[in-house]
């Protein structure tokens, strides 16, 4: 115990790295997502060309591999050597944002046809029709599998280890290595990795509450804490006919 | 305003001067098939600048397919549509024609509103945007401005009380006005009504037409309406058209159509009309 509270500032360290990283992941995989994934909707071929070509790839390829690409072939290939934390960074976004560009194609693609029949009468650019009509609706179908790919990109950002970053993995390793307290230790990381991922997930719910409120839809519970729950099926609600 | 004796170029005396002097709207020989269906058969038509035309005929007659052609939500098969005396469904190109063009399209368009079926409003946006953003951003409007307008509008159509609602607040037929004031807000000179009282409860039909009623007899506003309201199309129209599996059956003036109908088809759809209860 007292190890645990003397190495204190080195979980925190790691913690920080790992929040870095989730961050640093997510931004860089919504835009990806978001810029690949309206581009998967164009009617012109070569957009949608791309965005097929950077989807399949990066789906297709692990994180790490992505990471060891760019951490130790790029600079044999082309005599730069990337920064560790940003070809990290590069990997998680690279990877995360081509499973959130496919996220935000079917997204766009559920709004109503009619919603965007309603954009041609009030003859809208393509433009204002996605800023203005399309993407505010699709925002609201995109955010529950965001929230499962945030998650997902936090406990990525573990690959990190591997190329010798000092994220909570790989603190924990180390502790483990030097102490032998290996229960107590993994104990710490579970706990504190639980504590981001339940921060993401409550931050993505309070996103999601706000985007279906914006769209007329609140939730049955009313307004508070219960609010944050899915709504049931509505078949399991008692009192609800077939 | 008599009935004319064919079904092609009957526009009503009196309006129909417009800059071009002649027909503003003109359907040449035009053919739409889906597939294999044929849904429009070489129809040939005119519409009249400020001239308010109906059009009635049973399910899958083709009226709806009418609309979306002039909204350039559908494309010709083959024929041609010009609006103010210029291509309309085609844009010059060489000494020839071409199909028009997307950007050809967004100029061309500018004149015409929709008002559809199901509404279509904005969920995304309280009733006051759903007016003032297409105002904003394609016309060019300050916000100030637009929003002004767009109250001017919802209590022409009766809801200056409901500008900061949400949609999902309104009944039907309170959306569907606001739908009509979103219409308007783009100052078309041609607006296309989809049987835009039959997704609305009995009871919320009267205010629609009501409001439909004084736009059209406060405003030069040319409009082509598809409906079941009899009475309606009565009092508002110059002229009604009788459709039948993608072509004209008869036409003439609401008066003459609804009191001394001469074709079968149109008897027998009338009398199918009455006995549904519309
Ligand atoms: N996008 C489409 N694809 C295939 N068939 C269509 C499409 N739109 C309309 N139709 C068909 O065209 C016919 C005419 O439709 P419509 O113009 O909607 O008729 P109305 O409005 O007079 O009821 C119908 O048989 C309909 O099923
Ligand atoms: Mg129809």
Redesign the pocket.
């Given at each position: 115990m007292e190890f645990l509270i003397a190495q204190w500032p080195r979980f925190l360290d790691g913690t920080l790295l790992t929040i870095q990283l989730t961050l640093g992941g997510i931004v860089l995989a919504f835009v990806l997502a978001m810029t690949f994934g309206v581009m998967g909707t164009m009617r012109h071929w070569l957009p949608r060309a791309v965005a097929t070509v950077y989807v399949e790839v990066f789906r297709g390829i692990a994180a790490l591999v992505v990471m060891y690409w760019l951490i130790y072939a790029l600079p044999l290939l082309s005599g730069f050597q990337l920064e560790d934390m940003f070809a990290a960074i590069l990997a998680l976004g690279l990877n995360l944002g081509a499973y959130g560009a496919e996220v935000v194609r079917s997204s766009i693609n559920a709004v109503p046809r009619a919603q965007v029949e309603a954009t041609v009468a009030l003859n809208m650019s393509w433009a204002q029709r996605m800023r203005l009509v399309v993407l505010p609706q699709a925002w609201a179908q995109m955010l529950p599998t965001f929230g499962n790919l945030v998650v997902e990109l936090m406990k990525a950002t573990a690959v990190v280890y591997l190329v010798s970053m000092h994220d909570l993995s790989w603190i924990a390793d180390d502790l483990r290595r030097l102490s032998g307290e290996t229960i107590p230790v993994f104990l710490v990381a579970f706990a504190l990795y639980y504590l981001i991922a339940q921060v993401l997930i409550f931050g993505v719910r309070l996103l999601e509450r706000r985007a279906n409120r914006r769209l007329g839809r609140v939730p049955p519970s009313g307004g508070g804490i219960l609010g944050l729950l899915r709504p049931p099926t509505v078949g399991t609600k008692v009192g609800v006919a077939k | 305003m008599s009935p004319s004796d064919t079904p092609e170029n009957t526009t009503a005396p009196g309006v129909g001067d417009s800059a071009a002097d002649g027909p503003l709207i003109v359907f040449d020989q035009v053919v739409?098939r889906?597939?294999d269906?044929t849904?429009?058969d070489h129809l040939d038509f005119d519409v009249a600048a400020g001239e308010r035309v109906t059009?009635i005929?049973?399910?899958?007659?083709?009226?709806?397919?009418?609309?979306?052609l002039l909204m350039t939500l559908?494309k010709v098969t083959e024929g041609r549509i010009d609006i103010g005396g210029e291509p309309f469904s085609h844009m010059p190109k060489g000494s020839g024609l071409a199909p028009a063009s997307e950007s050809y399209l967004r100029q061309r368009r500018k004149s015409i509103g929709m008002v559809f079926q199901q509404f279509n409003l904005f969920p995304n946006m309280t009733v006051r945007k759903n007016v003032m953003e297409a105002p904003v951003h394609v016309l060019g409007l300050s916000k100030d401005e637009a929003s002004a307008r767009a109250e001017e509008l919802l209590d022409l159509v009766g809801l200056g009380d409901k500008v900061d609602a949400h949609p999902t607040q309104l009944s039907g037929g309170q959306q569907q006005r606001v739908a009509i004031a979103r219409a308007l807000a783009m100052r078309p000179e041609i607006l296309l009504l989809?049987?835009v009282t039959s997704a609305l409860d009995p009871e919320l039909v009267a205010g629609v037409l009501d409001v439909l009623r004084e736009v059209a007899e406060t405003t030069d506003i040319t409009m082509l309406c598809?409906t079941h309201e009899m009475g309606f199309a009565r009092d508002v129209s110059h002229r009604v058209l009788m459709?039948d599996q993608?072509r004209i059956a008869e036409a003439g003036h609401p008066d003459q159509i609804f009191g001394d109908p001469q074709e079968e088809r149109t008897k027998t759809f009338l009398k199918s009309v009455l006995e549904n209860g519309h």
């Open positions: - | 739409k889906f597939g269906l849904v429009l059009l005929g049973p399910s899958g007659s083709g009226k709806t397919t009418i609309l979306r559908e989809d049987e598809v459709f993608g």
